[in-house]
């Protein structure tokens, strides 16, 4: 029995990784800087572990904007260089 494959991209030109790097950042980033730039007096035992937790959605939310824009780039733009690691070859 052929076992179904869940996949997020589809291919080259597949957009769905963009957004949804975008929702995990926009819903993770604020509370993000909120425990970084000013967190609460009596939350100190609360902070180290919702800090790492929060730190990795945003890590995901990054890896599937990079995902995205590698999927959307096209080859020669400087969007195309930076999302595969190609910075100084022409």
């Not at 991209?9 to 970084?36: K, S």
């Not at 730190?55 to 400087?78: E, N, R, T, Y």
């Amino acid at each position: 029995m052929k076992r179904w494959r869940w996949q997020i991209a589809a291919g080259p030109g597949d957009f769905l990784p963009v957004v949804i790097g975008c929702v995990m950042l926009f819903l993770a980033l604020p509370p993000f800087l909120v425990l970084i730039l000013g967190p609460e007096q009596d939350t100190a035992g609360l902070i180290k572990p919702l800090l790492f937790i929060i730190s990795i959605g945003v890590l995901i939310g990054i890896g599937f904007v990079i995902l995205g824009v590698q999927l959307l780039a096209m080859p020669g733009s400087l969007a195309y260089r930076l999302a595969h690691g190609r910075f100084f070859r022409r």
